[in-house]
């Protein structure tokens, strides 16, 4: 069961009409949300990026916090399984085809429930493959636009030599992937990119830097460079569907000793103990309680 603009129905019974802004020029911005034993994870800091991401287009937000999340326990209980991601999505709506904003017209929203299927184990013992490519998407990846052109070319280069991930890089350095944040680690230290307006702020990426201030693991947010992530002892993929995956591949040459090195074994061990907590029960807060 979705729910569109009001209603919940099957998803064969959706439609939207073809002139819906979204269609016409990706006008739109959305979330994807993990939910672990029907209790959405760290519902707070996604439903603060959607304001980030709507107040990046101009586009005022149709509900409230309390709005979305009334919503969205609806969602999931009109939906089986007890782990599921929510796909969110919000359009400028149905107008006359002009680039102009219109004026006084309802947006589109759409939610939907996914079944939630951790990475495959054997992924997770042997690592996956990534590629690099230089990342030509426009410069405001803050905003988690519709727009996804540039990210699905770009993931599609890692498919086509049956790789995980692309690796983005822009100027000699590293910001994220196609649809992952991505971590390196040198000499046992953590290494993050900053967060700025080339690079989605992750949700799991906050959630892997707080378990790293928690438990006294050296970390360092900085600007990292090519020839680093090409030296790197570790590589680390991280997002909300994916959670933490080794990259033991990189451009068909082996990371590291090309096997998922100890500080993924450590933060993959602290985000499932930190999941677990979560969904006892705990309000979803920061990692460091
Ligand atoms: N960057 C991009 C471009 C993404 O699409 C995603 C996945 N939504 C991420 C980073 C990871 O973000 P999160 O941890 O919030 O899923």
Known sequence: MIYLNGKFMPIEEAYIPVLDRGFIFGDGVYEVIPVYSRKPFRLTNHLN??????????????????????LLEQVIAKNEGEDQYLYLHITRGVAKRDHAFPANVPPTVFIMSNPLLPPPAELLVSGAAAITSS?????????KAISLLPNVLLRQLAVDVHAL?????RDGFLTEGAASNIFVVKDNVL????????????????VVLELAAANRIPHEIREISEAEIRTADEILLTSSTKEI???????????GNGKPGAMFTQLHALYQQYKATDMRGHPSGTASR
Do not use: F
Request: glycine share 4%.
């Open 165 to 169: 991930e692309t690796i983005l890089i």
């Open 191 to 206: 290494l993050a990119p900053p967060k700025s307006h080339l690079m989605l702020p992750g949700i799991t990426y906050d």
């Open 245 to 255: 995956m080794p990259i033991t591949s990189l451009d068909n040459k082996p990371v």
């Open 49 to 70: 990026r959607l304001q980030h991401s709507l107040d990046g287009i101009r586009l005022r937000n149709p509900l409230s916090n309390e709005e979305w999340q009334n």
């Open 135 to 143: 990342d030509n998407r426009w410069i405001r990846c803050d905003v």
